[in-house]
C-alpha cells in the first residue's frame, strides 16, 4: 500500500494557474528500480464519475487526456517523494476534487478513459479541491 497526501488546491479565477501536489511513501518499488510503476492524477466533480487527468511512468513518460493537453503538465521529484500536477490557463469545467493515485495500471489516461478507474489501487490521495470561476 502507498501513502499519499495531496494538497495545494484552492480558488482561481479562469486562465489562473495552480500546482498540486502529492507527498508519498516509498514502500512500493522505488522509482530507480527497473520495475515500471505509475503515478497519476484523477479528478471528480460533483455528479460525475471520477476520471483520469494525467499519468506517468517510472521512466518518465507522461500522458493525458484531451481536454488537459498543453495545459496540465505531470512530473515527479524521485529525491522528494513529491508528485506533481502544474495546471496553467484553468477553466471552469477544470473544476473538481483531485486526487493523486499510485499503480501501475495508472500509466496512460487512454486506456482509464476506455475501461474505467481499475479498482482498488495501490493508494489514493484524500483529495483536493480546485474551483475555478469565470
Known amino acids: 500500500q502507498v501513502q499519499l497526501m495531496d494538497s495545494g488546491g484552492g480558488s482561481v479565477q479562469a486562465v489562473g494557474s495552480l500546482r498540486l501536489s502529492c507527498v508519498y511513501n516509498n514502500k512500493r518499488p522505488s522509482w530507480d528500480t527497473d520495475e515500471i510503476y505509475c503515478m497519476g492524477w484523477f479528478r471528480q466533480a460533483p455528479g460525475m464519475e471520477r476520471e483520469g487527468v494525467a499519468g506517468i511512468t517510472s521512466r518518465g513518460t507522461a500522458d493525458y487526456v484531451d481536454s488537459v493537453k498543453g495545459r496540465f503538465t505531470i512530473s515527479v521529484d524521485s529525491d522528494q517523494n513529491i508528485l506533481y500536477l502544474q495546471m496553467n490557463d484553468l477553466k471552469p469545467e477544470d473544476t473538481a476534487m483531485y486526487y493523486c493515485?499510485?499503480?501501475?495500471?495508472?500509466?496512460?489516461?487512454?486506456?482509464?478513459?476506455?475501461?474505467?478507474?481499475?479498482?482498488?489501487?495501490?493508494?489514493w490521495g484524500q483529495g483536493t479541491q480546485v474551483t475555478v470561476s469565470s
Open positions: 493515485a499510485a499503480d501501475p495500471r495508472v500509466c496512460t489516461m487512454t486506456a482509464i478513459q476506455a475501461f474505467g478507474v481499475p479498482d482498488a489501487l495501490d493508494g
